[in-house]
């Protein structure tokens, strides 16, 4: 099983910046695509950002040039610095990992239990 820590969110105005961070622990063999979704009240999750093992993070068109995800293998974490906020950013960001316990398992998606990021104006 994996476990997924999130921190980060909390209240900021408009044109301000939080940072999420996502560690995953647990049983880890590897690692492949980590990201952040997120869900505003009424409205379906989406993909905010992810970024494959060794590949090229992606974006949702809404906050190209603004939010930047990274990660770092050593400690399993995933980061997203969220800069020039918006309101319509807020929402419950949820962190997202797949990950295998051993070189024969399958890959399995994994959820994290959700951060609030509120922007206001």
């Known amino acids: 099983q994996v476990q997924l820590a999130e921190s980060g969110g909390g209240w900021v105005q408009a044109g301000g910046s939080l940072r999420l961070s996502c560690t995953a622990s647990?049983?880890?063999?590897?690692?492949?695509?980590m990201g952040w979704y997120r869900q505003a009240p009424g409205k379906q999750r989406e993909l905010v950002a992810d970024i494959p093992d060794g590949g090229t993070a992606n974006y949702v068109d809404s906050v190209k040039g603004r939010f930047t995800i990274s990660r770092d293998n050593a400690k399993n974490t995933v980061y997203l610095q969220m800069n020039s906020l918006k309101l319509e950013d807020t929402a419950t960001y949820y962190c997202?990992?797949?990950?295998?316990?051993?070189?024969?398992?399958?890959?399995?998606?994994?959820w994290g239990q959700g951060t609030q990021v509120t922007v206001s104006s």
């Open positions: 647990g049983s880890i063999f590897s690692i492949s695509t």
């Open positions: 997202n990992t797949r990950a295998t316990r051993g070189r024969y398992y399958a890959y399995m998606t994994y």
